[in-house]
């Protein structure tokens, strides 16, 4: 039987956020997935560079992939560079995989990227979300609720 995963993530050093995805879309679930890095990458992402806004993943041939997420080449890298936007492998379970291939082809659902961070034990993970795009009108509905929110705190503090 699998362990329980914790509710929030270990994150220790994030590098990269996304955070665009949650008003575009209805985030259902997230996942924690490893990413399969070349050493100068590693380096990259530890000096705090690298891009998720345009990034999202995919699953091909039974693999899940992270796709146009951008992690520049090391400043101080030689002729063994990376190149920026390859397709970089997601590490995840057989089971989580079918899951979210499910969800994707049957629910019309989208997998994006929300961070990518370093854990405790060093390692690259992207907290990875199973999401369902927003309307116009539901993104207007999310601007009016952080704008009541916003207005109500500042209310409380001037009169509490």
Do not use: C
Not at 109 to 121: A, E, I, Q, R
Not at 131 to 152: C, S
């Amino acid at each position: 039987m699998a362990r329980p995963k914790p509710s929030t993530f270990d994150k220790v050093k994030t590098v990269a956020e996304n955070r665009r995805a949650r008003f575009d879309y209805f985030i259902e679930d997230t996942f924690e997935a490893g990413i399969a890095l070349t050493g100068t990458e590693v380096k990259s992402l530890r000096f705090g560079e690298g891009s998720i806004t345009e990034a999202y993943a995919e699953i091909r041939d039974g693999e899940a992939w992270l796709v146009n997420a951008n992690v520049p080449e090391f400043t101080h890298g030689n002729r063994y560079n990376h190149e920026p936007k390859r397709p970089r492998k997601l590490l995840l379970h057989s089971r989580e995989i079918e899951r979210l291939l499910g969800a994707v082809e049957r629910k019309g659902m989208t997998l994006v990227p929300l961070s990518v961070y370093f854990n405790s034990k060093g390692r690259a993970k992207v907290e990875l979300a199973l999401a369902k795009g927003k309307q116009a009108h539901d993104k207007r509905a999310t601007i009016k609720e952080r704008d009541w929110k916003r207005d109500k705190a500042r209310v409380m503090r001037e009169h509490g």
